[in-house]
């Protein structure tokens, strides 16, 4: 289940290693202008749209990229250290940036059919990109699966263990799908390994069905997908937004000189789609039961939006006034905890005020705070932070529907509507947006961070 297929060829023979390989190109303004015009033409005339991006997305966060003139494996090829006085941000504390938000819109709108990323920072899944919509070709460093029945985990650390060998990746974890039991596996794919199977076939899948391919911040100098080849071999359109030169150039349908960001904010005008604004969220799903005596218990994890288990709370209380429930005041080693949290002893007549601390990962408010009422079965919990008013907002919701959105059976939209008791409550209903044709003027906003390359 865990590695096979397509090897990846060492670091040495992958870096550029010529100022010509090297060198950065830009196109300028109006000839920048003039092919994001034919690329938002190329989109609307081809409805299967698959993205590739790389390490080129993610530069305006403040991450490297590994082949760019102060990338990874350039400096290493050529035997120098980073310039100091480059900003570098932590992958675990990094913004979406404006592409990454882009893409968000384009998959809410269902002008993206796919988005294949070569990327392991995590960014696409913590933008709000749906698991059904990416595969992450070479693994997610937040993300681990287990061997044995292909479960995915996510995680709000870093989840390989430092003293790990190369090609080491247990986490020291087991599943806890039942009667499973699995060893939990990292999913970063080191030079030389294989990828995943479940993940290599759904990517070559969705290449093979694409309409046209948009590669976003790739040299493609490692290609461990068909994607790319399909696009060439079919003559379907292949776009290419990349500062240097790709082994692929003279294959584009319109080769684009520019930076993603840049890009991406002139197509979505283009388009007539705004770029939304990116703001920490949370899920959380709920379930109710009952012991050998009637009464109730609630059992309380944390999801990616959908089914995938997400691990986010480093401590939780639940009281039922006045007095403090019986289960977990739990501090998480590294964050990192099972997955579910069972809070017994409750009174079913009373309401329960559930209190959760997370990560401080963006400067934001660590608690969040809300009142659950019993009685409902299952439930699911949205948790937006809101950055103008300092604080979380828990949304109520129904667990149904955050499966059916983590299975992608549908394109869903939660809704606010206010409750009797004037909390927010959360419905959810198909989407219908299609891609508009008008080429309106978009607002796009980005609290992403701005960096060279």
Not at 124 to 139: C, F, K, N, Q, T
Request: charged share 20%.
């Amino acid at each position: 289940i865990f590695f096979r297929q397509v090897s990846l060829s060492p670091m040495a023979s992958t870096a550029h290693k010529t100022g010509a390989e090297v060198k950065e190109h830009y196109d300028p303004p109006e000839v920048l202008s003039q092919k994001v015009k034919m690329l938002a033409q190329l989109i609307r005339d081809h409805p299967r749209l698959v993205v590739w991006t790389g390490a080129g997305i993610s530069t305006a966060t403040g991450i490297p990229d590994f082949r760019g003139p102060n990338g990874k494996w350039t400096l290493r090829a050529q035997k120098k250290q980073r310039d100091p006085s480059i900003k570098v941000v932590n992958s675990l504390q990094a913004l979406p940036s404006k592409a990454h938000m882009a893409l968000v819109e384009l998959a809410h709108r269902r002008v993206l059919y796919k988005l294949i990323s070569s990327n392991c920072d995590g960014l696409h899944r913590r933008s709000g990109i749906p698991r059904h919509m990416i595969d992450e070709l070479h693994g997610n460093a937040t993300m681990e699966v287990c061997k044995k029945c292909d479960r995915e985990y996510l995680r709000d650390e870093r989840v390989r263990l430092s003293s790990n060998g190369v090609h080491s990746h247990a986490t020291g974890r087991t599943c806890t799908a039942p009667g499973c039991k699995g060893s939990l596996q990292d999913t970063i794919i080191n030079f030389g390994e294989y990828l995943r199977s479940s993940v290599s076939t759904s990517a070559n899948k969705a290449g093979a069905e694409a309409d046209m391919v948009l590669v976003l911040g790739s040299s493609l100098r490692v290609i461990t997908c068909d994607a790319v080849d399909d696009a060439v071999e079919d003559k379907k359109p292949l776009v290419i937004v990349n500062l240097q030169k790709t082994p692929y150039d003279k294959d584009c349908a319109v080769r684009i000189w520019g930076r993603t960001d840049d890009v991406m904010v002139q197509l979505m005008a283009e388009l007539g789609l705004e770029i939304p604004q990116w703001q920490p969220t949370r899920y959380l799903q709920m379930e109710e039961s009952q012991d050998k005596d009637g009464n109730p218990s609630l059992a309380i994890w944390g999801t990616d939006g959908g089914i995938i288990p997400c691990t986010f709370v480093t401590q939780l209380n639940v009281t039922q006034q006045p007095k403090l429930l019986p289960g977990p005041v739990y501090q998480s080693r590294r964050g990192i905890h099972g997955d579910t949290f069972v809070i017994r002893g409750l009174t079913a007549s009373q309401d329960v005020l559930v209190t959760i601390s997370m990560h401080n990962r963006y400067g934001e408010a660590q608690v969040c705070q809300f009142t659950h009422s019993l009685g409902q079965g299952q439930a699911s919990y949205k948790l937006e932070y809101d950055m103008t008013m300092n604080r979380w907002q828990a949304h109520y919701g129904s667990v149904a529907a955050a499966e059916a959105f983590g299975a992608g059976e549908q394109q869903l939209e939660w809704t606010a509507v206010p409750s009797q008791s004037g909390a927010t409550v959360l419905a959810v209903s198909a989407a219908s947006k299609r891609l508009s044709t008008q080429k309106a003027p978009s607002k796009p906003h980005s609290t992403s961070k701005s960096t060279s390359a």
